[in-house]
């Protein structure tokens, strides 16, 4: 774990809610023209005359000049969402402003308000609204979504991802690729998104063994993409395509000599060959080696270190080396004497790609030139040139492992980025999916269902498919998926109410209810906003979605495993109504996790008083541990209750970071 | 919206106000509702203008503006620029009669279907029974050269009920309600008609004398207007008879 140094400067700024509340609205209005599978894109112009055409929430965002804290933390927090599921930007802006406007409305219309000051009234009621609801969030929402969502959902194999239709038991569509390709369909366009997925199913298919499981080959991918992928420009994107071996994008500094295709050995080297003469803060103390010579001059050291070069390249001959990655930049000795012996060398690679190939071939850097051990030689099936584009890079293939990397081309660069990045988003997001459970923050601090606390939970409906029950409490089975259109909102709202009205029957206080009904109405927004161009299409899924709830769950066949049949044969092979062919996928947890981070960010948004000036992430490591980190702080000024919002901010923050 | 009565926040749950009962939380009046639902459109319309603004390359700035409290937006030449005081009109100027004409003939017009819908006090009484039992003074009378005509027609019903019978204005505020839908009891509605039927008899007699002998074109229009409006105040004292 590395430490974060968090620098918070703090200066006294009174915010008040209606401030926030305008500035999440004006964020919205920003997103709310690229959102739903309707939306435009945003064409971006940089001083220098690129342009861009994006609809990535994230992209959008944080391209926008803002020096305002609040719309700062807020698109911050969109950006360290998104940087963990990969998708659901522009939803989050959405949910966080039609809560905090019927927090805002409900906190107008509380008692008491227009009696005394209304501000500080108004956004005491807001704090404790916002408070309710992540509480709400933390304990009941997973058991809500486990019980009334997910049984309407279904489980997509991780078997197979090859082709959709190859499997004669799985359904037209309901696959790994069905996910991806609404996936890019949203991200990116509708053209090229079905070609996309293939690819990416390609991929993972290659990354994936046996005896690991999904999520295993997904955080693997996820962690080493920027070494897995090689953009190239100038291409077609329908030119994209996954070739073998792992490319260093680094060209060849001495002349390679690969005539046949014979396993080479190599090795890594991390410093210099030929010690360096002179380096900054060295002092050389010229002297011989205890011989005392008439004259001191550099001379004899300079002869010594070429001996020493010399010496290191007869021991990697002798090893049988022909080929060197190097972290850093040889001399010219170095290279003149690699190229005499015939070695390969590859200069100054990243760190990321040799870290991925010391990790797939097993073997250890040289970190000292005059101890080479034969654990530090790898053994390669073939590393040559490749031409990539207007590139020449190396690329290398281990033995023991057969890695394959992807090449995604695009007319330009920008487009090129903008297809590594909505790719790297689909790994994240197929992550999430296959493993709900990451979360270990909010599952430690779950409490376990009791029956007698809301009977609105029908848990005999509840089937094995989606959901697995251990010891009372209820988690979400991976790679549990429901069509997309805001299916997921308008069961969640009905179970909402549903919840709410059981809840006030039974002993709960009135906030209880309140927060729901909040809840309810404000996940609403999300279907309306999708279907703002054709209403009737609005009220058809309405009315689609909850005439399934009224009735029993449908039940979907369950893909076990390719080979497996169903457990319950009388399911019978056809889909239910609820899916349509067209409608695309989407991932429950993804929205489950989407949820808890608006509300988290909720409770940010509703501080009376915003003491963060600036925040200075240190863009280190990625895992942050609260108690152990040092927060600096400069006050400005000293009020109790300053230091007190200034704690809760930062370990908001910090929370987020954690999840 | 459908939070309803259903929220209700108990003040024993704020530490900083101990010593609160426990307020009955009303429903908030029609009009209220307007007036909210007014300033959340122009929230909406001021969220929706710096969203467009900050697409086209403005910074938003941490401070808000003086006047109105809006977030201010920075171009970039480096200046200022406030959405809602330089793009919407004003929010209070707007219903401030003294300024702006629509303002003032939107009164002028609610004080006329007031005037009409039953059970009505008759037209000409309305202003001067209106100022007469609320707030005593004069209605502030909008410009005449932005609304001639309905600015003109209720100048001029002011003048007569300064000339005629002191019982009309003691009958006007008798019956005079301040409320259109609220309407008496069916047993003292019958008086109630008769004597405003007969008033407004007595001011079209009036108003038909005077037109006989007027000699402008102006005040020929007008009194013809009071005679409109005079029997069409008949009419639905007739209807609320039946």
Known sequence: LKKYKLEVMLSVKHLHLKHALQTVCTLEAVILRSFGPEGGQVLFTRDTGQAMLSCSGTQILKALRLEHPLARMVVECVWKHSAVTGDGSKTFVLLLASILRLIHAAASKAPGVSQWSTEAAEAATARHLADKLLAFAMTELDDLICVSVAPHGFCVSSEDFTTKTQLPSCPNGFCVQALLSSFFHTRLDYVHCDFLSGLACELLGHWKFQNDTLSFALQFLNDNFPALHTQVSGFPVSSSHVIEGQVIHRDFATPCLQVNNQPVKAVVVTEYLQPKLLRRGDMLDLGCGGRVTGEKSIIPFSAWTERSLESVIATLQSLGVSVLLCAVKQSAAALALAAQAEMCLVECVSEEELSLFVRLSGVAPISDCWMIQPENVATLTFCKPIQLGAHRYADNLITSFKPCSLVICGSGEVQTEQYASAFQDAIRMLFTTWEPTRMTETTALKKPVQSHQCTSLNAHNLTEDTVCRSSDVYVLKPGCVIPAGGTFEFLLHHALLQHGRSCSASNYTNTGVGVSQILADALLTVPRQIYSHNLKSFLQTQTRVTSFTSNQPHHFMLLKNARGTTEDPEKGDEPSKLFTLDSGLESVSCKHQLLLAVLQCLTICCVDSLFIRALIFKPAAYLYSFYESKIYVRCFSLFRSSIMAAVKITHCLLHLVLV | ?242
């Open chain 2, 1 to 242: 919206m459908a939070l309803n009565g259903g929220l209700c926040y108990h003040p024993a749950n704020i530490h900083m106000f101990p010593d609160e009962e426990d307020f009955e939380w009303e429903p908030p009046s029609e009009a209220e509702m307007k007036v909210i639902q007014a300033r959340r459109e122009r929230q909406d319309k001021i969220s929706k203008l710096m969203g467009d603004y900050l697409l086209k390359g403005y910074k938003m700035l941490g401070e808000c503006c003086d006047l109105c409290g809006t977030i201010l937006l920075q171009d970039k030449q480096q200046k200022n620029y406030c959405v809602s005081c330089q793009e919407l009109d004003s929010d209070i100027d707007k219903d401030n009669p003294a300024l702006n004409a629509q303002a003032a003939l939107s009164q002028v017009r609610e004080r006329q279907l007031a005037a009409q819908s039953p059970p009505p006090p008759h037209a000409p009484q309305l202003n001067g029974g209106a100022s007469s039992s609320q707030s005593g003074g004069t209605v502030p009378q909008p410009r005449p050269e932005h609304c001639e005509g309905a600015a003109a027609g209720g100048r001029a019903l002011l003048p007569p009920p300064v000339a005629p019978t002191p019982a009309a204005p003691a009958a006007a505020t008798t019956l005079a309600p301040s409320r259109p839908p609220v309407s008496p009891q069916s047993s003292t509605l019958r008086p109630v008609l008769q004597e405003a039927e007969e008033a407004v008899l007595t001011k079209l007699r009036w108003a038909t004398t005077q037109l006989q002998s007027s000699a402008s074109l102006e005040t020929s229009i007008q009194l013809c207007s009071l005679i409109t409006s005079c029997a069409s105040s008949l009419r639905s004292l007739k209807e609320l008879s039946q």
